[in-house]
Every structure is written in C-alpha cells, then in structure tokens.
C-alpha cells in the first residue's frame, strides 16, 4: 500500500498542474504502520500514551454535500470514502501534520483526481498554499467541513490553526460564488458584445516568455505608492512597469508612463480607471473579455486580451478552438497582474504599491479616479480630499495587524486573502527573485526580500526596446478569434438547445435564450472584416 512509486506519482502530478507542494516531513516517534488483518494501518500516539488508528475523520455517506474541506485525513481512507461517493466532489486537504502529510502521498496513487481538480493538498504548521488550493472550491453549495478529533487531541495549536484556516476559506468560497452568480448574467453579455473588438486585437498568450530575464514591476494602487512615485519616475526605463488599472492617472501624474496596465473587472465603474485619459500613446491593455466596453476605447490596437477562467462563452468558444490566453486572479487585479508577470517570465519581480492594507487609514494612493470625481465635487462644495478618504474608509470592516515595518494599521480580511494568494504563488516558483518595494503595508513572507526601488533598479541598465516588444507580441497573437464569429452564427442557426441553454444555466436565469441571441447577433453584425482586423 505504501510506497515511494505512489509518493513520486503524486508529487510529480501536483507539479503538473502548477499547485504549491504541501509541506512534508519524515514521519516523528508518535507515528507509526502496523499491520491489521493483514494490511498495513496507519497510527498514531495520543497524549495518554496509547496508539489509536488514524483513518481521518468520519465521513457521512449520506452527505450530499458537493465539496468538502478536510482537516486532518489520516491515512487517507475516508478521504478515499468522499471522492468515491461522488465524481463531482472536490475534496481541500488542510492537514496538521506534514508526516502524516508525507504517508498520506505514499499511500495510495491520487494522480487521477489532482489534475481533475478534484483534490487540492496543504499541511501545517504555516499551511503554505492554502489560498492558492482553495480555488478547488466551488461554494454553492458550501463545502462541509471535517475535522478529525485525534489531531485535536495529539496537536491542538496546529490543528485549530488548521480549522480556523478552513472556516475562513470556506467562507470566502461561498462569497465568491454569490458574486460570480451576481455578474454571471453582465459577465457573459458583455464577453459577447466585447468578441468583434477583440477580434481585432491580439493574445495575452503571445505574451509569454517575452521578457525573459527583464526586471519588471507591478504595480497597485495603495496609499504607499505616493512615497515610490518619485524614485517609479526616475527609473522607469530600466523595468517594464505592469500595472494594475486603478493605478493608471496616479502614475501618469507622477510622470511615470507604465508599458502594460491589467484590468479584470468588468464594471462601469472600473472601467472609468481607463476610459477619457489623456496621452496614453505607447501604453498597452492587458484585459480580460468581458470588461465594460468603454475600457477598450482608449486602447485600439494596443490591447492583449485573455480570460480568467472556464466560464462562458470561453467553454463554448473553447470546444471550437477558439480561445484565449488563460490568466488567473484571486479577486483582485493585483493577483491577475502577478499571474501576468509569472507568465511573461520577466524577473525580478519588484512589488509596489502592494500594501493590502489602509496605510496612514487611506484606502488609495493620490489621484486615482476616485479622487478625481472628489476633487470635481469640492470645486462646488465644502470639505477636503482627507474627508472623502474618512468616507471612503467608513463602514469598512477591518482588523489590526503589524506592517512590514512593526507599526499597527488596518486592513480587511479580503485585502488578507489577496496577499496570501501572492505569498502562496511566490513560495511556489523558487526559481523567481521577489522583492517589495511597497516601503509600507503588509506584504512579508520569507521568499519576498524588503528593499527600495533605487537599490533594485538602480544597477540595471536603461532599455529603449520594452515597447517595441510590446508592439511585436501583439503583431504575433493576432487572430485567435478569427472563428469566433463562425461560431456564432453556427449557434444562431440552431434555435434550440446547445450552447444556449447551458448559457442561461450559467447566467442563473438572469438571460433568456433570446437576450443570448440577440447578444451574439450583435457581435456578429460588428464583427471585423479582414482588413479591419
């Protein structure tokens, strides 16, 4: 049963789908396989001395519940018993002990459902790569959650880290999905009518491997980026300088002109981030297909799109091998930006602006969009911009923690969940150099080095050859949606069934069949000719 062949098989297949290794030891003295009925059983000391078998917690099988979150799996039994039950159930592992973590692995062969999506595996004592696994869970309906009594016995610190880890992920799960049922319906309209200017555009996954061995910095908008605008501004030519769409009027009123900004949500009012600013010649879109359309306007012919994950129209579109690059978020356009830079295989990656968290109470840096609309307003009214940020900061639930400077400061458990995505993400890829420049926040891990962008950059040459890399990426990625459109009128031509229903399914019934049509319709009315595209 236990077995290095099955230990190597499973590493090798969570390498294959990009996961975190959970953390793994050799197995301590209150560990131990004894054979029962002729079969070897794992074990385990509780605190009074005595051995007890360890099969992981009890699992119902009455349990309907689609996923489910495990704290604890022992040998690996019950969790065999939850996957078995239902090929729909994706199982998250959070184990408290990485030697009972190394057994469970030798166990038995798991290849088929890690790179089904099926199972997703941590281990204590820090649970590394618990943010970036908890995409396993769908949260509607949400995960059950199962804890096994004998690590609370023989670990309780570890296991109640464990618990609470679960309770919390479990929760955000459940959030996400009451926002994706929320946006599905705009989500899948707006990918549809954003398809003919697209079209005309190119591949974020023509962006890949494009700047290998370039320094590159990311950039977000927190209130720590008005200190580093100074030092972003003098040497911003010895980087290629990614940004996050929020960020994009700060950094062009600092005198920092970005190569590439990211933007994934796909509201009117990010789409304002974008849309009506002056002088963006040279600076590229990376945007992901169902933005609002008025975020594209500014960019013609120099916007990269991608998709940041299987929903639809992409599954559809996808079948007919039609597609775009993939690039994964966790919530936040940092997080899609971070994924970004990975892929485009730039380094070192320098962090700024990052703070995930209110540095100095505010929630932004100076002059985003937000500030703009404030500014407009106090031209005819009463109060100060410091005013607008106490309302901006009002009503916000938060909780105090230390910055990477030891001073208290406030943040929420979402700004929480983002950066221990990028913490999750950075351990992952050891081949990297991260550093953080943010000089405030609390972005810290022990992969992510503390320094300032003078110290990182300085030494770096100045490159004039960053946009016309740009310029010949996108040359390169056009065309990926050259079907798209042939797709489309194939689903006209069939009223029924299909891609349709599976499209208002998706929506949650916000769409009819005809809303859909009527969207596609659209698109390919507007659909480029081949010399437009």
């Known amino acids: 049963m236990y077995s290095d062949i099955h230990l190597a098989r499973n590493l090798d297949a969570l390498k294959r789908i990009g996961a975190a290794l959970p953390a793994l030891t050799r197995p301590g003295d209150a560990i131990r396989l004894e054979s029962h009925a002729g079969e070897v059983r794992l074990e385990v000391r509780l605190p009074d001395g005595s051995w ?5 917690p009890e699992w119902d099988a009455a349990n309907e519940a689609v996923d489910a979150i495990m704290v604890g799996a022992g040998d690996g039994s019950r969790l065999e018993e939850a996957l078995a039950s239902s090929a729909q159930r994706r199982v998250l592992v959070i184990e408290p002990d990485p030697g009972v973590m190394l057994l469970l692995l030798s166990s ?7 790179e089904a999506g099926r199972l997703a595996l941590v281990s204590g004592p820090t649970y590394a790569g618990a943010a970036n696994a908890a995409h396993l869970l769908r949260g509607d309906p949400p995960a059950t959650l199962l804890l096994d009594p004998l690590d609370a016995m023989r670990l309780p610190q570890t296991a109640l880290a464990g618990r609470l880890l679960a309770e919390r992920l479990a929760r955000e799960a459940a959030t996400n999905a009451r926002a ?3 946006l599905a319906g705009p989500y899948l309209l707006q990918s549809l009518a954003n398809l003919p200017a697209l079209a005309r555009e190119s591949n974020a996954a023509a962006l890949r491997g494009r700047f290998a061995g370039v320094p590159i910095v990311l950039v977000a908008a927190g209130p720590s980026l008005d200190r580093t605008l100074p030092s972003l501004r003098n040497l911003q030519d010895r980087a290629l300088i990614v940004a996050a769409d929020t960020t994009l009027r700060p950094l062009l009123a600092g005198g920092v002109r970005p190569h590439l900004m990211v933007s994934i949500d796909p509201s009117e009012l990010n789409a304002r981030h974008l849309s009506d600013v002056a002088d963006v010649e040279g600076i590229f879109l990376a945007a992901e297909g169902s933005l609002h359309p008025r975020a594209f306007d500014s960019f013609t012919g120099r916007t990269f799109g991608f998709r940041i994950s299987d929903h639809e129209p992409w599954r559809a579109l996808r079948s007919h091998g039609v597609d775009l690059g993939l690039v994964r978020a966790w919530g936040s356009v940092a997080t899609a930006a971070f994924d970004l830079a990975l892929q485009l295989q730039a380094g070192p990656v320098i962090f700024t602006g990052h703070d ?3 540095s100095g109470n505010r929630p932004y840096c100076d002059n985003t969009r937000f500030h703009d609309e404030w500014r407009a307003y106090l031209a005819h009214n009463p109060g100060t911009i410091e005013h607008y940020e106490d309302q901006m900061m009002n009503g916000r639930p938060t909780v105090e923690v230390r910055d990477i400077l030891g001073c208290p ?3 929420g458990t979402q700004l929480i969940a983002f950066r221990e995505w990028i913490v999750d993400q950075a351990s992952a890829h050891p081949e990297v150099t991260f550093i953080n420049a943010t000089e405030g ?3 810290e891990a022990p992969h992510i080095r503390q320094s300032t962008l003078e110290t990182v950059l300085a030494p770096f040459p100045a490159r004039t050859d960053l946009r016309d890399r740009l310029r010949a990426a996108h040359r390169a990625g056009a065309g990926s949606l050259d079907r798209a459109d042939r797709v489309l009128r194939s689903m006209l031509d069939q009223p029924d069934g299909g891609s349709w229903n599976t499209w208002v399914a998706f ?6 069949r005809d809303s859909l ?4 319709g659209d698109a390919v009315s507007r659909w480029p000719t081949p010399t437009e595209a």
């Open 52 to 56: 007890a078998l360890h099969p992981g």
């Open 108 to 114: 038995r062969d798991w290849t088929g459902v890690i």
């Open 180 to 182: 994706r049922r929320r």
């Open 356 to 358: 995930f968290a209110y």
């Open 409 to 411: 400061v406030r943040t």
């Open 441 to 443: 926040g609390i972005l």
């Open 507 to 512: 929506s949650g019934g916000a769409l009819s």
């Open 517 to 520: 049509a009527s969207a596609a």
